[in-house]
């Protein structure tokens, strides 16, 4: 995929400039993965900035409140080249949420 591919895909451009300026949460449930999985934000950082696409769109409810919202599936290379699976969502145009972290199966 080229630079311009890339580029047309405004959600994925957001989650990187989130990530840059330091807006970004983790769940509980994304911080276990990435202790079980021995990794650390910024191997997870790393794999999201080196991803070229989003993977995958997911039309979802929030079960807490209810709300519909895009899940987005980004899988990515670490700085060690370890494929890395995320799942998150831009909340408010204000920071990226990680749902899901860990090792690509």
Not at 14 to 42: C, P, S, W
Not at 65 to 71: A, D, F, I, R
Request: charged fraction near 25%; aromatic fraction near 8%.
């Amino acid at each position: 995929m080229t630079w311009y591919a890339e580029m047309r895909d405004h959600t994925l451009v957001k989650i990187k400039q989130l990530i840059l300026q330091g807006d970004v949460r983790f769940t509980l449930k994304a911080e276990l993965e990435m202790y079980e999985d021995g990794l650390n934000e910024t191997d997870v950082f790393a794999a999201i900035l080196n991803a070229q696409v989003i993977n995958k769109r997911i039309n979802s409810n929030n079960p807490r409140t209810g709300v519909k919202e895009t899940l987005c599936i980004i899988e990515g290379r670490s700085l060690y080249n370890e494929l890395i699976y995320t799942k998150g969502k831009v909340d408010t145009d204000q920071f990226y949420v990680l749902i899901s972290s860990k090792r690509s199966q």
